[in-house]
Structure formats: C-alpha cells, structure tokens
C-alpha cells in the first residue's frame, strides 16, 4: 500500500513548497471558478467568460512587457474587458456574441503585438507559453495573498447575489418588478466573472482558464437540480480536477521525455472533460426524451440524473396543446 | 515589396482574405461566434502534435480541426450550443499545450501558430493552401441556398428537408476546412478577427446576401493586404493589425447603423402619426 | 394629497387617469383610465399588438408613461418588495410575465422557484428553514403543483409553468396579482383550469387580478370588469357594459358586430356603415381605416387582426380607405 501510495504520490510532493503554494491557490481558483461558472453557463456567458480570459492574455503579456507582475496585468485587462462589454452591452444574444467577438480580436492583436515586444527587447522567450498555459508552479509567494483575497473576494460576491442573480436570470422582469436593480446586479457579477478569470489565467493560462469556469460547472447542471446542490458541487469536481491535476503534473516529472513534466494545465482540462463525460453515465432512471409533456399528464419528479436537455433550438416548456 | 518569396505571402493572403469573408459572412449570420474562434484553436493543437511527430503541419492541422468540429457537433446536440463549444476547445487546447510543453519545440513555434507568420510561406505551401481555398469555395457554393435557408430561417428549412443538423455539421466542416488553411498563415488566435469583424461590419451597410457576401470579402482583403503592407514596414505582428483593423470595421459599421436610425427615428417623428 | 403628491386613494389598490403609452417611440394607447379595488377580477382585453403588454409593464414601473398618472397609494407595506417601482408605499404587486422561455440547465427545481418569491431580492444566503419549506409547500398546493415541487423547472409544460409561477407571485401575499397573456399558449382545458384557479385565488386570499388576453371568452365568468383597449383606446366597464356592438364600434373606429354565439362572445368586422367618430387621420387615433378588424372570440389570432408590425404597431400597412363602401371582413 506504502509502495502504491509513493507511486502516485512522488517523493518531495508534499513537502514541496511550490507544490503547496499551488495547492492553496488552486483550490481557491477552482473553487471560485465552479461557483461563478454556474451562473456564467445558465445566463448563457460562455463565450463571455472565454474572451475575458483571452483579452486578459492581453494584460498578462502587457504585463510581462513592462516587467510588472503578470497578474495584475491580467486582472486589470479582464475587469476593464468586463466593464467595457458591460457599458456597451447588445441586448440581441447574437449582437452581444459578435461584439465580444470582436474586443476579443483587437485584444488578441494587442497581446500578439505585446509578446513580440517583450520578446524583442528582454530576452524571456518563454513568456508566451506562461502566459497562456499558466504558471502555477512559479508563482511568486508574495502574490500568494492577494490572489486567494482576490479570489475569495469574488466568490463571496457571487454567493451574496445569488438569489438576486437566480431571479433576474428566470425572469428580468419579474426581478425588476420585485425592485431588483437588474442591471447593477449583472455587472457586479460580470466583475466578478472577469477576477474568477484572471485568477485561473494565472493558474492554467488565459487559453485554458475557460475549463475551470464551464467544466465543473456544466457537469454540476447535469447531475444536480437546486441551486445550492450546482454550486458545491461546480466547486467540488474543479477543485478534484486541481488537485488531480497538481499531483500528476509532478509525477510526470518522472515519465518520459525525462526531467520535462507535462504542463499541469493539460491534466487539469483533461480530468474536467473526463468529469463531464462521466456525467453523461446514466444514473437512475433515464429521462424519457425532450422536456414536453401534456398537462396534467405528468407521471411525477424527474429522478436526480435524469434530466434530458431537448433539441437543440427547442425551447423547453411549450405547451402541446 | 512584390519580390518572389513577398508573392507567396500576397497570393496566400489574399486567398485567406477571400476565404475569411464567405465563410465569416455565414459564421455571423448564424451566430457561430464562438464556434468559428473555438475551430482554428482546436486546429493549433494539431500543428503542435504534427511538430511533434515530425508529420505535415497541414495533416495535423486538418486532422485536429475535423475533430474539433465533429466533437462540437457531437456535443452540441446533447449539451447548450455554447457549452460544447468551450468544452471542445479546451479538450483541443489542452492537448496543444501538452505537445507544445513535452516537445522541444521553442517559443517562436508557440507563437507562430498562435499568432500567424505570413512571411514564412514556402513556395510548395502556397499550391495547397490555395488548393484548400479553392475546396472552400466549391464547398459554399454547392452548399450556399440550403445553407442561407437554414441559417435565417431554420424552421422553414426543416419543412423544406433540409435538417439542422446536416446543415450545422456542413458548416462545421467548411470552418475546418477553413481554419487548416488560414492557422499557418494568420494564426489561430487571429484567422477569426477576419471572419467576425468584416462580415460583421458588411452587415451593417447592407441586408442584402449577396452584396453583403461581396463586401465582407473586401473589406477582408482590405484589412490582410494594408495589415501586410505595415507589418512589413515596421516588422510588428500581422496579426496585431488585423485585430485592430477587424475591430474597427466592425466599429464603422455600427456606427453608420446608429447613424442611419437616429435619421430613421427622426424622419418618423416628423411625419404626422394619422394613416 | 399625501406627501408624494398624490392623490389619496381611499381603498383603491391601484388607479390609472389618462394614461397614454409609447412603444418604440410611437403612441399606441392613449386616455386610459380605470381603478382596481381589492379584491376584483379585470380583464385587459384587445387584439394582439394592442398595447396590453406595454400598458402592463408601464403599472410595474419597467417603463415610464408617456403621460398621465398611475397612482398606487393604499395600504401601507412594511416590505419593500413589489411596489411597482415607483419608491412609494404601494400595493405589493405580483407579476407573471408572458411566456419565460426557461433554459433547460436552469439550476431551480420548482420549490427553488417558489422559494425566491419570498425572498429573491435579497442579498445573501438563507439557510433552508421548516417554516419556509412550508410556505413553499402550502403555496404549491395552492396551486395544485405539488406533484412535482421536486423537478427541474425546465423540465415541466407550459400549463405547468404557469402555474408555478402563479405560486411564486402570490407566496409573498400581495395585493394585485398581474398576468400577462397566461392563457396565449395553453390549451382550451388547461386554460380553463388556470381561470378557475385565479378566481379561487382571488376570493380566497382576497388578491386583486389583472388579467390580459386577447380571447375573453374564458374570463367572463369571473371577470367583474373588463378593459378593452383597441385602436388605442380603452373601454372600461363590466361586460356588458363594453361588449356591445355600438360601444366597440366606437371604439375601434368603424363598425364591428359584437355576436354572442352559444354563450360565446365573437366580435367581428361587419357591413354597415360607419358609427361615431373614427375618419382617417382624426387626431390620436393611428391609422386603422378599413383594416379588417376580427376579433373572434375561440379562434386562432393568425385568423385576421389587425395589421400590425412586429414591434405591435397598427396602421402601418394598412391603406387608408374611406369609410363607407364596407369592406367585407372574414368571419373567422
């Protein structure tokens, strides 16, 4: 059993003071990541969410060439990111897609042109992998602090407004009648997306940090039903997939090429596509097909599990009758 | 500025411009967004693996992208449009890092795929990717009135029998396609500023398809060729302007569309309310 | 007058004096006027693109009057919930929108749903408690969706939903219930069951409703008064009163027939000439002149109304011709 558990468990992983500050950090990412990521994935913001990540990639690589920490670079894109798309919010989905789309573009640009520069004149090559596929192993102890505040900080947001957000997320009308400030409520919560982002941008990269928003929690929508249930376990399967995702990274060190490792960003998004995968397992009784029923026809609660999505464009609920 | 080895760059990217504006033009109408970003990344990690391998770059390309847009299909008809999207990108991505990370690879190949070296077209590159284009096209073409039907009006399609589900999988494929041809070129992170901005802004100066088909292309050329020009003169990044040059397309086109409603809404006001 | 400046209601809940409301940018209701007392079932009734939906979300606050006041004074609340956005003391309203399209992956089981009836303007995070959960399970019974309290919102059926969002409106006790169109998607049986339902609701727990809907048929049983708003304007009255043919000729500007047909209410364009006031550009009236007006009763809108834009405008399209030689309308 000793002998298994040295196997997964490499020599010096748990002594190793990288490896302990990478623990802490992401379990605060992942745990943030999965409680905003459910509310990102049913208000339908995950292209939102992903181009923050990118344009932030603009900030960290802005960052790295004016020799600043890569972090707040990549906070200070995505919350300016997050504040711009807010100001000139589309109503149309398709309108807003576009637009995102295209502060993506430009930032993207802007990132190229940053990389090339800070390329040029230091002589750090390396930055553009770091910066898009993370560093949690080189992350300086003394941004350890400020990234579990940071991150603490906007989980506890998200969770203050959760009810507010549910609400005007079933019905904006229905949460503006009820004196909901609707759209000071979609901000806070798109600010709070754009710091959960930044954070996990440090972690696994601007490229990658959208796994850690949409995995977890789009595996919590399909196996849990009340809104509490999402959330702890969003928080949950992000936080098995780090840790997971940590502990082989290291042991990679020992697999072939030699002496390299494989990036932690890798088995991190693996393991979340693997969780979500599974999730498509079926537990319990299978749902019988897309979401329409007759009135008054229903044969009862739906088992946990057993939740079928209808056809994509169908929108679910519509009476047959 | 036009000698041998600046032609392939010209050729290349004109054919990439012209690719660009068809293919986005569909990608905009149909709210593909995401989509046409989440394609040419998943189409990185191939050039990555190909590297890696020591295979054709093309081949791992193309490859990557067929599966990036088949496991967005796939997903797609299980999960939200939206979530598959993320979740096929980050599978592709993921693996693009592990074989950038194990190989040996150095940053200048991380940056290239990511961010387009136009400049270093080969000349036996340059037959198929404009192969590949010329693929592209025929492809639109066969596919463009069901394509046209199906993106504006799916309901209607469906009764026509032509199935949203063929339909989104052809376009899918076009995407990948697309993105084989454009990632050695612009970059993976950028061929889709030149399929959202220009199409995205034609839209806003014209309703109709075809003029608006017309006009995307252009304005695509505009942005590669001006973006080649100065990128060749200052030595920056090609795909920094074409970022900033598709955003302000985009930018110009809805402000003409302001414009235009702020004299529609005034015209109406001035006109006395009774039939 | 009270210190808002308004006049004191008495025990009105909510009243409305020549209100006149906008929709991107053009007027299309004007001179409203009506009262609602506790209690009392109205009906807002008009063809599609009337304005019923907008004059709603003007009593709500969502958008403001074009002119004229919406006085909600009455009884005062302590709870800062629902009090139509206007930052007084007014009734607590609950609302239920038309139509949620609700996303499958919505995380909110019916009870969930319920539950922030109570308390979803509120920050923060309540941990469950017995008496809530039998808040939530009395108000679910209430409206007779307890079978499935425990499934996902996204998974029910129209009729369903409905239902569950009757709950959600009414577990925070309020005053004045407000639907819009809840019977435009449902079925002759479950629309019945749904009127049933609110009228029992509403002498029960002594709420107001205010119902739209462009087919009154189902609603005449319950309905003390009916507003009827066409060719923008209003008819307020009890059913008879408003249901006639001279009345809604003057209304919609030229002559319609109000028929009753095995205890059904058609209101269809008829020959005939003219009544009362409504020629061509006479002043607040939009352009409905020779539109074919058929306002039936138990068929399908699609089946002729007016001619209307997608944004619910009238006149539009529709060509100016003379009263007089009469145009034939369908009967539906």
């Known amino acids: 059993m000793g002998h298994v558990l040295s196997y997964v468990f490499a020599p010096g992983l748990l002594g190793s003071g990288p490896v302990r500050a990478a623990a802490l950090v992401g379990a605060v990412v992942a745990i943030t990541s999965g409680v905003v990521g459910v509310f990102t994935v049913t208000r339908g913001q995950s292209f939102a969410g992903h181009s923050l990540a990118d344009v932030s990639t603009a900030g960290g690589s802005g960052a790295f060439l004016a020799g600043l920490s890569q972090f707040w670079g990549f906070l200070a894109f995505g919350v300016g990111a997050a504040a711009f798309m807010e100001l000139t919010g589309v109503q149309r989905r398709r309108g807003r897609d576009v637009a995102t789309g295209v502060v993506l573009g430009a930032a993207l640009g802007a990132a190229a042109l940053f990389l090339y520069l800070g390329a040029e004149t230091t002589s750090r090559s390396g930055a553009s992998f770091t910066v898009l596929f993370g560093s949690i192993f080189v992350i300086s102890p003394a941004t350890v602090p400020a990234l579990v505040a940071c991150g603490l900080l906007a989980l506890l947001t998200v969770v203050a407004l959760s009810r507010m957000l549910l609400l005007s997320t079933l019905s904006a009308d229905i949460a503006a009648a009820r004196g909901v400030p609707v759209r000071a409520v979609g901000a806070a919560y798109l600010m709070a997306l754009a710091v959960a982002v930044s954070l996990s941008a440090v972690v696994i990269g601007a490229v990658l940090s959208t796994a850690l928003l949409i995995g977890p929690a789009a595996t919590a929508l399909r196996v849990a039903k009340s809104p509490g249930r999402a959330m702890v376990t969003a928080a949950l399967t992000g936080l098995a997939a780090t840790w997971a995702g940590i502990v082989l990274a290291y042991d990679s060190y020992y697999w072939p090429p030699r002496g390299h490792g494989w990036p932690v960003s890798f088995f991190v998004v693996a393991l979340v596509v693997t969780f979500y995968l599974l999730s498509y397992v079926p537990r319990g009784r299978a749902g019988s097909g897309p979401g329409r029923r007759r009135d008054g026809a229903r044969e009862g609660p739906a088992a946990p599990g057993g939740h079928r999505f209808p056809a994509a464009g169908a929108p679910a609920g519509r009476d047959t009758g | ?275 | ?332």
């Open chain 2, 1 to 275: 500025m036009f000698t041998g080895l600046m032609m392939n760059t010209w050729i290349t990217a004109t054919v990439v411009a012209v690719i660009a504006g068809v293919v986005g033009f569909f990608a905009v109408l149909r709210g593909s967004t995401f989509a046409a970003h989440a394609v040419p990344n998943g189409a990185f990690a191939g050039a990555a693996g190909a590297n890696l391998l020591g295979v054709n770059v093309i081949a791992g390309l193309a490859a990557f992208a067929v599966a990036g847009a088949l496991a967005i299909g796939a997903l797609g008809r299980r999960a939200r449009h939206d979530v598959a999207t993320a979740l096929a990108l980050v599978m592709m991505l993921g693996l693009g890092a592990l074989f950038v990370g194990v190989s040996s690879a150095y940053a200048a190949e991380t940056y290239s795929l990511l961010f387009g070296e136009v400049f270093g077209v080969a000349s036996t590159e340059v037959l198929p990717i404009a192969g590949l284009g010329a693929a592209c096209i025929t492809a639109v073409a066969i596919l463009f009135r069901p394509l046209m039907l199906s993106s504006a009006m799916p309901e209607v399609a469906e009764a026509r029998g032509v199935r949203s589900g063929v339909m989104e999988i052809c376009f899918l494929l076009v995407l990948a396609m697309t993105a084989t041809m454009t990632v050695p070129v612009v970059g993976a992170l950028l061929m889709f500023s030149l399929m959202i901005g220009p199409p995205a802004a034609a839209r806003s100066f014209t309703a109709r398809p075809g003029f608006a088909m017309a006009l995307s292309v252009c304005f695509a050329l505009v942005t590669v060729w001006t973006g080649i020009a100065v990128a060749q003169a200052t030595s920056w990044p090609l795909g920094f302007f074409v970022g900033v040059m598709g955003a302000a397309f985009y930018l110009a086109g809805r402000g003409w569309a302001a414009w235009r409603r702020t004299r529609a809404v005034r015209h109406a006001a001035g006109v006395p309310s009774a039939a």
């Open chain 3, 1 to 332: 007058m009270d210190q808002h400046g308004h006049g004191h209601l008495g025990d009105e809940l909510l009243r409305l004096s020549e209100v006149s409301v906008r929709l991107a940018g053009r007027e299309i209701l004007h001179g409203v006027s009506f009262t609602i007392r506790p209690g009392e079932f109205t009906g807002l009734i008009g063809p599609n693109g009337a304005g019923k939906t907008t004059l709603l979300r003007v009593i709500l606050g969502l958008q403001p009057a074009a002119s004229g006041t919406v006085d909600a004074g009455g009884p005062l609340r302590t709870s800062r919930a629902g009090r139509a956005g206007r930052g007084g003391r007014g009734p607590l309203i609950g609302y239920v929108p038309q139509k949620l399209m609700i996303d499958p992956d919505m995380p909110l089981r019916v009870r969930d749903v319920v539950a922030l009836g109570l308390d979803g303007h509120k920050l923060g995070f309540r941990f469950p408690s017995r008496a809530r959960r039998d808040l939530v399970s009395q108000a679910l019974r209430d409206v007779g969706a307890h079978r499935y309290a425990d499934a996902r919102i996204g998974d029910l059926s129209g009729g369903e939903q409905q239902r569950v969002l009757i709950a959600h409106a009414l577990i925070s006790r309020p005053h004045l219930l407000l639907l819009d169109e809840p019977l435009a998607s449902l079925d002759m049986p479950s629309a019945q069951g749904i009127v049933t339902l609110l009228a029992r609701l509403a002498r029960e727990q002594r709420v107001a409703v205010l119902v739209s809907a462009h087919d009154m048929n189902p609603l005449v049983p319950v309905m003390d008064r009916i507003v009827y708003v066409a060719a923008g304007r209003a008819a307020v009255g009890s059913c008879e009163e408003v249901v006639r043919t001279d009345v809604l000729s003057r209304l919609y500007g030229h002559h319609v027939d109000v028929l009753r047909v095995h205890g059904r209410i058609l209101v269809v364009a008829g020959t005939g000439t003219g009544t009362g006031a409504g020629s061509p550009g006479e002043p607040g009236v939009p352009g409905v002149t020779g539109a074919v007006a058929v306002h039936a009763g138990t068929v399908p809108d699609e089946a002729g109304h007016l001619a209307t834009d997608e944004a619910g405008h009238l006149g539009e399209d529709a060509s100016p011709e003379p009263l007089g030689p009469a145009r034939r309308g369908g009967v539906a």
